[in-house]
C-alpha cells in the first residue's frame, strides 16, 4: 500500500505561485510515476503532471506547460507541483497519486488539496 498526503493549497490571486507537496509512505516508490491530476467543480478530473520517481522524468498537459514544474525529494519521500503564474482557470481540487511504471492506472490517491485563484 502507498499512502499520499497533499499540502500547499490555498486562495491567491492571479499572477501569484502556489507549491504543493505530497509526502508518500507505506512502500518504495523507486518504480512508480507520481502524477498530479485536479478537477474543477463540474468538470472531469484531468491529469496536471507527472514525474518519474527513479528518473526524474516529467511531462505536463499542455495548459500548464511552461508555469508548472514537478520535482521529488528522494530523502524524505516527497513530491512536489510548483505552480507558477497561476490563473483563475487553475482553480481546482489537486490530487497527488501513484501507479507502477508497468501499468497505465493510477491506484493511489491523495485526499486532495484546494487551490483558488481570484482574478
Known amino acids: 500500500q502507498v499512502q499520499l498526503v497533499e499540502s500547499g493549497g490555498g486562495l491567491v490571486q492571479a499572477g501569484d505561485s502556489l507549491r504543493l507537496s505530497c509526502a508518500s509512505s507505506?512502500?518504495?516508490?523507486?518504480?512508480?510515476?507520481m502524477g498530479w491530476f485536479r478537477q474543477a467543480p463540474g468538470k472531469e478530473r484531468e491529469f496536471v503532471a507527472a514525474i518519474a520517481w527513479s528518473t526524474g522524468t516529467t511531462s505536463y498537459a499542455g495548459s500548464v506547460k511552461g508555469r508548472f514544474a514537478s520535482s521529488r525529494d528522494n530523502a524524505n519521500n516527497t513530491v512536489y507541483l510548483q505552480m507558477n503564474s497561476l490563473k483563475p482557470e487553475d482553480t481546482a481540487v489537486y490530487y497527488c497519486?501513484?501507479?507502477?511504471?508497468?501499468?497505465?492506472?493510477?491506484?493511489?490517491w491523495g485526499q486532495g488539496t484546494q487551490v483558488t485563484v481570484s482574478s
Open positions: 497519486s501513484a501507479r507502477d511504471v508497468r501499468t497505465r492506472d493510477y491506484h493511489y
Open positions: 507505506g512502500r518504495t516508490l523507486s518504480y512508480y510515476v
